[in-house]
């Protein structure tokens, strides 16, 4: 069972936009920044987010992330069949004094 | 370039200890910006976070395994390393090595590893 909650599984057509949300409580998220990994089939996962919202270089600005309170969300836009991955949302857990994740949502694009 | 490796043996039997090592290249370990981890996967399954170390030697585990977990860096090699102690199938996992940054309210997964897979089986 994982600190943070996603949703197992999402799913859109081509050109669409998605969002994946991610639930915790005030000893991570509504306390700590929120960053978002993609982890494409077999592969190492990737920094997509960090800082609730910000984008590393070399991310597309069809990717968003934003943080209300104890809950996040993670926007994709224009969406492409190459967004097809697993995408999990992290944090730090002040109660636990490590960092978190959440149990990852799996996005398809039909 | 940052570059991280991760080495150690891909076979381990129950009760012994995991050991892996993590080579880092185009980064100093002795870096006062960053925290250099542990992330694991088991197969078909989640990301799950082992702990961390700085270069002082600081470093947070993650409570469930901690009295089994210990981290720590070499700076002389610019490697840092983990061994997981007791070991049994469910520690069966794709071990990640990583760069982070942990500032106030801030915790970044900068740079992965390629990722080792660790199988525990007699």
């Known amino acids: 069972q994982s600190v943070l909650t996603q949703p197992p599984s999402v799913s859109a057509a081509p050109g669409q936009k998605v969002t994946i949300s991610c639930s915790g409580s005030s000893s991570n998220i509504g306390n700590n920044y929120v960053s978002w990994y993609q982890q494409l089939p077999g592969t190492a996962p990737k920094l997509l987010i960090y800082d609730n919202n910000n984008r590393p270089s070399g991310i597309p600005d069809r990717i968003s992330g934003s943080k209300s309170g104890t809950s996040a969300t993670l926007g994709i836009t224009g969406l492409q069949t190459g967004d097809e991955a697993d995408y999990y949302c992290g944090t730090w857990d002040n109660s636990l004094s490590a960092g978190v994740f959440g149990g990852g949502t799996k996005l398809t694009v039909l | 370039q940052l570059q991280l490796q991760e080495s150690g043996p891909g076979l381990v039997k129950p009760s012994e200890t995991l050991s892996l090592t993590c080579t880092v290249s185009g980064a100093s370990v002795s870096s006062s910006s960053y925290y250099w981890g542990w992330i694991r996967q088991p197969p078909g399954r989640g990301l799950e976070w082992i702990g961390v170390v700085y270069y002082s030697g600081r470093t947070y585990y993650n409570p469930s395994l901690n009295s089994r977990v210990t981290i720590f860096v070499d700076t002389s090699k610019n490697q840092f390393s983990l061994k997981l102690s007791s070991v049994t199938a469910a520690d069966t996992a794709v071990y990640y090595c990583?760069?982070?940054?942990?500032?106030?309210?801030?915790?970044?997964?900068?740079?992965w590893g390629q990722g080792a897979l660790v199988t525990v089986s007699s």
């Open positions: 990583a760069r982070l940054i942990l500032t106030g309210p801030r915790t970044t997964i900068d740079s």
